[in-house]
């Protein structure tokens, strides 16, 4: 792995550790997107992934079933996950200290762009 992949890999730990902490979303809605279109890793691989992440006890079985067709990648799992800890607990202090308001909004323009970003490929 070099170190580039190891950074950007931190990055998106802690962008969606963040978003998840803030407005409660981060695995599938940004982790996977970021993996297919930033590291070049397929939706199966991405997937897997992500699913490692967040796998006890969540998705283990789920897991399984990647890992034996060969989608998990268990390393970048690993980084994903310490930085994803970390970018939560960020982005729940700032949610607190957010209007309700101001936080479904947030949300709901977080969900627009990504489903745009996923329809369009671009």
Same mark, same amino acid.
């Given at each position: 792995m070099e170190i580039n992949q190891i950074i950007l890999l931190c990055a998106i730990g802690l962008v969606a550790g963040v978003l998840s902490g803030t407005v409660g979303i981060g695995g599938g809605l940004i982790m996977v997107p970021a993996m297919v279109y930033l590291m070049g890793m397929s939706q199966h691989s991405a997937q897997g992934t992500s =699913? %490692? =992440?967040?796998?006890?006890? $969540?998705? $283990? =079985? %789920? $897991?399984i079933q990647y890992y034996n067709k060969g989608y998990v990648n268990f390393k970048y799992a690993f980084i994903l996950a310490v930085f994803f800890v970390a970018g939560s607990y960020i982005g729940s202090k700032f949610a607190l200290n957010l209007p309700e308001k101001s936080l479904k909004i947030i949300f709901g323009v977080v969900m627009l762009l990504a489903g745009v970003k996923m329809i369009t490929g671009k």
């Open positions: =699913l %490692a =992440l967040i796998m006890m006890p $969540v998705g $283990v =079985l %789920a $897991v």
